[in-house]
């Protein structure tokens, strides 16, 4: 019997998914056998980064031991099997964002490097003293500094759509901030800190009546259910591989192909030109020519068997598997005496962001890791939204499709443990 | 469990609960504020010198159980010590901390500050323990910004 990974049709399309079962899909993950501290791992702390499946991490391996070579140069067998297997990965990647062609997917360093990349060959070219980006007030770090430099840089401003007391972007203000001198607008898909899904088909529609273009940063959205960027309209994308069970050091932009063929290159190198002369270089087409120097060529390979991987159990089951999963842990979390939820949103992914009476967050977490039980503290990369709420930190459990609802249960006994402690 | 028990002793959670010396001090002639960017503590010590000595010291601040008691157990520790036995004394409370044999010779009673002997089992909470201690010292050492872990 063949096995579910070699039931997917070649170009991830066509796609035989395997039933769900969570206890099935744990075995991929070898690391998810490990115990910490004599206790079984309890790994929540996914929206930091992702466990890798056994698929990625044999491919990563092959790719070393078997076809090891430097790509897009080598007029020899290696080098075309490197090269081949590389271009398949980024054919993946735009199947998966079913973006409309492979020279829109640029892959880069992370989500960061992403948005960086379009505050350079972008932002710097449009941008003029008065301007104005708009962001929001629950953006990771990552999307935010960039376009503080290029404001700064610029003379621009930087404008941030507030949120409610749930953790809801409101659109009303965001209507309220779009005017003449808006030229950018760069949003998050899925709030790191809060688990709040932002409307992006509204936030892009209501854009692009005035003719703005949008940026969707999607590291917290693409692994938790199916992103289709021609029906969100967005004009750039970005997400990371390491968040969706792929490896560390790869991300991905996706632009529209009008915009990227007029911008600049990003960084200047090899396999980024057509010809170079003292002269004059000739720069290469889209992707090439945001793709200077050899890249993260094992990477790129394996997130292409990450989206495989994800694929060939489907993001729709693993969506509603995960909507299940974090109801039961917002309810279980949230129903412990002294427990604060933070981010209540009517559309949320799975992030549950939480305080506890009289104890600091970095404590919980130095209690939970003695239960094997690994979750983020501090302020995730989002000090804005923790001033929203006026907190120094929160402890945040971030989930993945082989979480269970026992381990939901060993972290509400985590916490009970911790106030045992602090008495 | 037991690991656990070493750490959060109930000196410390008593300390984390009911800080001493947690004021603004009206009569500091120093005034220091710490940062730990990894977890967002802060704490600002206050210092009043009178010749060599430590006449008085306050602190305020928020930060997670074991970066408050600390901060709490220093003021008490340090209270009434010249600015010499302050530093030796952080020393050894920083090898303490950090896992390191105590250094030969005549080094200071460590007292109270014993109680923190549990953090070098938990490498990532060193800086809590530190924050206040290493506030204090460039307190001492007169420069005027901002301290930081990182």
Redesign the interface.
């Known amino acids: 019997m063949k096995s579910a990974t070699e039931m997917l049709a070649a170009d991830g399309r066509q796609v035989r998914h395997r039933a769900f079962d969570v206890w099935n899909i744990r075995e991929d993950f070898p690391i998810l056998k490990r115990q910490v ?1 004599g206790k079984p791992l309890v790994y929540l702390d996914n929206a930091a980064t992702s466990q890798k499946p056994q698929m990625v991490i044999d491919t990563v391996y092959r790719y070393y031991a078997e076809e090891n070579a430097n790509i897009h140069r080598g007029a020899y067998y290696l080098s075309e099997k490197a090269t081949q297997a590389y271009e398949d990965a980024r054919v993946k990647v735009q199947h998966f964002l079913h973006a409309p062609s492979a020279r829109e997917i640029i892959f880069t360093r992370s989500v960061t490097e992403a948005i960086n990349l379009v505050v350079h060959c972008y932002g710097r070219k449009t941008l003029n003293a008065g301007d104005e980006v708009i962001i929001s007030a629950m953006e990771h770090h990552s999307n935010i500094v960039p376009w503080q430099i290029l404001c700064e840089e610029k003379g621009a401003i930087l404008r941030v759509v507030p949120i409610d007391d749930a953790g809801e972007f409101l659109l009303d203000e965001y209507e309220k901030l779009l005017n003449s001198r808006t030229k950018l607008v760069a949003i998050t898909h899925v709030s790191n800190a809060l688990g709040t899904i932002t409307p992006v088909r509204q936030i892009i529609d209501m854009a692009h009546h005035r003719h703005i273009p949008v940026l969707i940063d999607g590291a917290q959205a693409v692994p938790h259910f199916k992103v289709d960027v021609q029906e969100l309209d967005c004009e750039f994308y970005g997400f990371s591989g390491h968040k969706l069970y792929g490896p560390t050091g790869i991300g991905i932009l996706y632009g529209k192909a009008e915009l990227l063929e007029g911008m600049p290159p990003y960084q200047g190198g090899g396999d980024m030109i057509r010809s170079v002369t003292f002269e004059k270089t000739i720069y290469a087409p889209i992707p090439s020519k945001f793709e200077a120097g050899t890249p993260h060529i094992e990477g790129g390979i394996g997130l292409g068997a990450a989206i495989d991987y994800l694929e060939g159990i489907g993001m729709e089951a693993i969506n509603a598997y995960e909507q299940e999963l974090l109801a039961y842990a917002m309810n279980a979390v949230g129903a412990i005496p002294g427990v604060r939820i933070f981010g209540t949103a009517r559309e949320k992914a799975g992030v549950i962001s939480f305080s506890l009476e ?6 919980i977490a ?2 939970l890791d ?1 239960e094997g039980i690994a979750i983020r ?3 995730h990369c989002a ?1 804005p939204v ?1 001033e929203r709420f006026g907190v ?2 929160m402890a945040r459990a971030s989930l993945a499709f082989y979480n269970t609802k026992a381990e939901i249960d060993a972290l509400v006994a985590g916490i009970h443990k911790v106030k045992e ?3 | 469990m037991s690991d656990l028990r070493e750490l959060y002793q109930e000196l410390i959670i008593d300390h984390s609960k009911r800080p001493r010396n947690f004021k603004v001090l009206e009569t500091a002639d120093r005034k220091l504020e710490g940062y730990n960017p990894l977890c967002g503590d802060k704490v600002t010590v206050f210092l009043e010198l009178e010749h060599d000595r430590v006449k008085n010291v306050s602190f305020q601040g928020s930060g997670c159980a074991i970066s408050t008691a600390s901060a709490s157990v220093m003021t008490e520790s340090v209270k009434g010590k010249t600015l010499a036995e302050v530093e030796a004394l952080f020393e050894v409370f920083h090898q303490m901390v950090t896992g390191k044999p105590p250094a030969a010779g005549n080094a200071p009673e460590l007292g109270k500050l014993a109680v923190f002997s549990g953090v070098s089992e938990f490498p990532a909470r060193v800086k809590c323990a530190t924050l206040a201690w290493h506030t204090l010292h460039a307190a001492l050492q007169g420069t005027g910004e901002t301290v930081s872990t990182e």
Not at chain 1, 358 to 363: C, E, K, N, Q, S
């Open positions: 501290h009289g104890v600091h967050p970095h404590d130095t209690i003695q503290t501090g302020h000090q923790m120094p930190a402690v602090f008495g």
